[in-house]
């Protein structure tokens, strides 16, 4: 996998895109003033792995509990950089610029009502969107505060669902206008995200947007997500198919899963994506076939004690095999693989190689981890 090569973006303490890894975040679904609440959520994100958080700011009064909560997470030693999420209004974007770590904002209500009415050309609502961000990428460049220009699907202006409708180029046409005005401006610590609850849009959206910008060789950083992906299963199914379809193709600097659930649920479910999809390694690869009518001992069993006991390789890929007719073979790119020979007895390999042959099985979990440390010194 190429990973799409992106610019550097500062996000507090934390930089995305470059060679940097595909950075987790989440959101806190607490209402802005529940400072002590939103404080313990920002904590267990941030314990569980999140590198940012992002928080609503939905009134120029919620700037200023945005600030304490801020202030005093620092105070606690959490440096997760915090970033506010604000729609329909610049005044609040601008307002907030000054504490953020990042703003995102909302193309499709950023300023509402959309000028320039309906039917007609772009060169009103362009003036229109040049005057109201102007001052707050001026905010931004004063306080080294990023920005995201954050498309939904669901939230499109009337404009562009007059010209395009609800379409992936519609969202991008939306982006790619706010994309502009910071470019004239001279304003390029930004990233850009189109979401969906609709996988396919989400998809065909973003690689749309990384088309366009990469014809403008603007390698500015995405991030990704599906928008309302539900909860349980469905939504981190969702989410997998959505995310770790662009993440295979390369694109993606940051990524949040957004679940019907306690957000501190979302990380892991992010970095097993990220697993999953190879994009960030963070822990043991597992390769394990499903067994069948040829695998003659307990695999299932036996798969749960070999991660139970090389739960700490991060980054080796091991396969746990039933049969050693088609074991060795599909074991992919393992680094080294457990294969069931039958009759209480395993064959061990590194990479396609046999190294030992007729492990009695209760010894063969403890002669693997020795060959592992024979070779990974
Ligand atoms: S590797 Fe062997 S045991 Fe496993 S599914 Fe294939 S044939 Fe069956």
Not at 57 to 65: G, I, N
Not at 302 to 323: D, E, N, P, S, Y
Request: hydrophobic fraction near 35%; proline fraction near 5%; include cysteine.
């Amino acid at each position: 996998m190429q990973r799409r090569n992106t610019k550097i973006v500062n996000i507090g303490n934390t930089p995305l895109g470059g060679t940097h890894p595909v950075r987790v975040q989440s959101m806190t679904d607490l209402p802005t003033s529940d400072i002590e609440g939103q404080i313990k959520q920002i904590k267990e994100c941030a314990e569980a792995g999140a590198e940012y958080m992002r928080i609503t700011v939905p009134t120029l009064k919620d700037v200023e509990h945005f600030k304490t909560i801020k202030l005093r997470l620092r105070d606690l030693g959490f440096e997760t950089p915090i970033i506010a999420d604000v729609h329909f209004s610049p005044k609040i974007a601008i307002a907030v610029a000054e504490f953020a770590d990042k703003v995102r904002i909302n193309p499709g209500n950023f300023i509402l009502p959309s000028p320039g009415g309906e039917g007609q050309g772009g060169e009103v609502y362009s003036q229109a969107l040049h005057t109201a961000l102007k001052p707050l990428l001026s905010v931004c460049k004063t306080h080294n505060t990023a920005l995201r220009i954050g498309t939904n699907h669901g939230s499109l202006s009337e404009r562009i669902m007059e010209r395009y409708g609800d379409t992936p180029e519609g969202m991008v046409v939306a982006t790619m206008e706010a994309v502009e005005v910071c470019l004239m401006e001279d304003f390029h610590d930004i990233v850009l995200s189109l979401k969906s609850s609709n996988v396919r849009v989400m998809v065909e959206a973003t690689r749309l947007l990384v088309k366009r910008l990469d014809e403008k060789g603007w390698n500015y950083p995405v991030h990704l997500g599906v928008t309302e992906a539900g909860n349980d299963e469905e939504g981190r199914i969702k989410s997998a198919v959505g995310i770790g379809s662009l993440l295979v193709d390369g694109i993606g600097d940051t990524i949040r899963v957004s679940l019907t659930e306690d957000p501190q649920k979302e990380i892991p479910v992010a970095y097993n994506i990220l697993q999953a999809s190879r994009a960030r390694i963070t822990k043991t690869d597992y390769i394990a076939c499903p067994g069948c009518g040829r695998t003659q001992f307990g695999l299932q069993e036996t798969l749960q004690r070999v991660k139970a006991a090389t739960a700490h390789l991060t980054g080796l890929k091991i396969a746990v095999m039933g049969c050693i007719v088609n074991g060795p073979g599909e074991m992919a790119d393992a680094d080294y693989g457990y294969v069931g020979a039958g009759n209480g007895k395993v064959h061990l390999y590194k990479g396609k190689e046999q190294i030992l042959k007729n492990i009695p099985e209760e010894e063969a979990i403890e002669e693997m981890l020795k060959l592992i440390g024979n070779n990974e010194k």
